[in-house]
């Protein structure tokens, strides 16, 4: 069963305007692979050179931010949704 990957209005334009994509993946770090080989105009504004994710860019599975699980090891049940949410700034 697919996980749904939630993306906000900045980033939709980098996976052709989609809202939500369904891609399969045990792990978040799985999951953004997925992503980003579908869509990859995604995958340097999700992850740096090294592969992590971006300190502006929060990921959670469910209500869990995976900065405080396993990072990009946290586990991804079948079926569940991860929401992406760049940081934003301004004054």
Known sequence: ????VVL???LRP???????????GATVGEVLEALTTEHPA?????RDERGD???????????TDVRDAQGLD???PAGAQV???PSVAGG
């Open 1 to 4: 069963m697919p996980v749904t």
């Open 8 to 10: 906000p209005g900045v």
């Open 14 to 24: 980098h996976a052709g305007g989609a809202h939500e994509v369904g891609v399969e």
């Open 42 to 46: 995604l995958g340097r504004r999700l």
């Open 53 to 63: 994710l971006r300190r502006f860019v929060n990921v959670y599975v469910g209500d």
């Open 74 to 76: 946290t586990p991804v």
């Open 83 to 85: 929401v992406v949410l």
